[in-house]
């Protein structure tokens, strides 16, 4: 990954998480928050559709396995499927509600009037496909549904190929938040409480610090 188009703190962050991924029991993550408003979302593409599916229909069709998608659904999220000529090519999943996190010990807290996004899956022979758009679109219908004005999620900071398509839909910054930990200890550079032992982290997203 090419330190100019990552920038400094971004490669920084790619060198710390590789690392911490090979030493046991040692984890970094560094991540964005985003805020995608519906009024940037796209139209449906012509010829697809999405669809609330449940786990039965996607079991062996996505990237997430039947524990994962028990969590997701424990945690009331919906899971947007993107159909194609009546096949599964991606989904995504969306909660209303503060989302616990499962790659780092967080609650995440929407803001105000705005979903929570996990994010999106496509099929890697579709991902050069109209399917993250019709995936979008889908979400806008979900959000138009519940009278919600916008979509929030975390990305990693150097992960450019899902920065980029966010930041052509209008979408805003809702700062960083940075997690380290060993063992059973945590550190987050916001929220409360930052320093937990086998505790979780509740990071209200709509509040920069």
């Known amino acids: 990954m090419p330190q100019a188009r990552l920038g400094i703190g971004g490669t920084a962050s790619y060198a710390a998480g590789r690392l911490a991924a090979i030493l046991p029991g040692v984890r970094y993550h560094r991540y964005r928050l985003i805020a995608v408003p519906l ?11 999405v669809v609330t599916a449940e786990n ?5 069709r996505i990237d997430a396995n039947a524990a994962i998608m028990a969590y997701r659904r424990a945690q009331e999220a919906d899971a947007l499927a993107a159909v194609h000529k009546d096949e599964i090519v991606g ?10 996190e499962d790659e780092v010990r967080a609650l995440w807290v929407p803001p105000d009037g705005m979903a ?3 994010g999106m899956w496509v099929r890697p022979d579709r991902r050069l496909s109209r399917a993250f758009s019709a995936l979008w ?6 959000l138009r ?4 004005h ?8 150097y992960n450019l190929g899902s920065l980029a398509p966010h930041s052509r839909m209008d979408a805003r910054s809702l700062g960083t938040v940075t997690f380290a930990g060993v063992g059973g200890l945590q550190v987050a550079t916001r929220g409360c409480p930052r320093f937990t032992w086998a505790g979780v982290t ?3 997203t709509g509040a920069r610090s």
Do not use: C, H, K, N
């Open 39 to 49: 009024s940037g979302m796209p139209s449906m593409p012509r010829g697809y559709t």
């Open 137 to 142: 679109a889908g979400t806008a219908d979900w």
């Open 202 to 204: 509740r990071i209200e």
């Open 150 to 157: 916008g979509s929030a999620s975390r990305i990693a900071d």
């Open 56 to 60: 039965f229909q996607l079991d062996g």
């Open 145 to 148: 549904q519940r009278g919600l």
């Open 116 to 118: 929570w996004d996990t």
């Open 91 to 100: 989904v995504t999943w969306l909660t209303a509600r503060p989302f616990a």
